[in-house]
C-alpha cells in the first residue's frame, strides 16, 4: 500500500496528516509511505525527520496525487487541486461535502472512495477523529473571542477574563457537543458567566453536575428558537458550536437577531466548516479573519485547528493512526467492511453518495457502503 501525504494548500493551514512517529508505524509494517517536501513545516517536521522514519520525499503534489493508493490528508482538496484526483482513487480527510457540492460533484464524477474524518464514528467515542479537532476549537473560539472583544479590534472593549470590580464577561454556548463544552469549560474558568444552550437536557445536567463548583456563573437552557433570540440579545460572545453529521447545521440565528444584539458583541461560528449555524455567516481565513454585520463581529475561520499545528497535528495523526493500520494490514475496503463505524466515514463510492447527509444535499437517495461493496 502507498499512502500519499501531500502538502496541505487551504490559506491558514499549517497541519500535516502524519507525524513522522505514525508514519513509521506504516513503514515498519512494510508500507510506502510518500510525503510532499516541505508538508510538515508547518509543524515542526522536516523532510529528514520523515526520512528517518522511511518515508519517501515527493518533489511535487503531483507525484503524490498521481501514484498514491490512497490519499492522506488534513482539510478538503482545494478546486485548483481538483484536476491532481485520479479517477477511482481513495481519499482519507476532513471533507465537509455538504457545504462543498463543487467538490463532492468531483468526487462523484470521478468516482472516488472519499472517507471523510467527521463521519466516521465509535461506540465509545461518537466522532474519534472528529473530537479531538472539536476540542481544540472549542478552545480557540473562546481565545479568538476574547481578542476580538478588544476594542483595538472591533469589539465592545470588554476582558473576557473576569476582573474584580468589573462585570464578567456574558458568554453563550449553543451546542453541548466536544466544542461547545470546551468552549463552556474555558469560558468558565477564565471566569465568565456561561448560558450553555442544547437539545439535549441529559447533556446539559450532565455538564451541569460535572461543573457543579461553578453554579454561579453557569446556566444550562434547552435550546428553541426563543431561548436562543434571548440569551444572544445581551451576550458579549455567542459561539455557534452545532454539529449535524454530513449535513449542513440548523440556522439558530437569523439576520434580524443578530441585527439585535449589542454593537461589538463577537459571534464566533464554529460550525463553518458544515456551512455554519448563523444566518450571517460566511467563512473567512486566519489571513482576514472577521466581518461586520450590524455591528456585530463575526469571526469564522473554517480551520481553527490549523493555528496550533503542533497540537492538532499531533491530535489528529494519534486518531487516525489505527485506521491507517488497518488500512495497511487489510486493505482499505476490507478495512471498511470490517469495521461498520470506519464505514461511516464513507462519504462518495463509485460515482454514489453513500452518506444520507450528502445524498440529501444532492437531491438523490444514498446507497449504504455496505450495499455498493455486495
Known sequence: MLFGIPAETKIGEHRVALTPESAREL??????????SGAGDGSGYSDDSYRKSGCQIAKTADEVWGTADLIVKVKEPQPYEYDLIREDSALFTFLHLAADVPLA????????????????????TRFP???????????????????????????????????QGAPAADVVVIGAGTVGQNSAQLALANGATVTLIDVAQDRLDQFASDHSELAGTLKTVI???ETVEESAKNADVVIGAVYSPGRRPPVLLKEDQVQKMQQGAVLVDVAVDQGGCFETTHATTYEDPTYNVHGVVHYAVANMPGAVPKT???????????YLIRIAEQGIVEALKNDEGFASGVNTYKGTPTDPGLAAIMGTKPTPFAEAIA
Do not use: D, F
Not at 27 to 36: D, G
Not at 140 to 161: C, D, E, N, P, T
Open 223 to 225: 435550546s428553541t428558537p
Open 105 to 124: 460533484n468531483t468526487l462523484l464524477n470521478k468516482s472516488v472512495l472519499g472517507i471523510a474524518y467527521e463521519t466516521v464514528t465509535h461506540p465509545s
Open 27 to 36: 513503514t515498519s509494517r512494510n508500507q510506502t509511505v510518500l510525503i510532499q
Open 129 to 163: 477523529i472528529l473530537a479531538p479537532m472539536s476540542a481544540i476549537a472549542g478552545q480557540l473560539a473562546v481565545h479568538a473571542a476574547g481578542h476580538h472583544l478588544q476594542r483595538a479590534h472591533g469589539g465592545l472593549g470588554k476582558l473576557i477574563s473576569r476582573i
Open 312 to 322: 492538532a497535528t499531533a491530535a489528529l495523526s494519534n486518531a487516525t493512526l489505527p
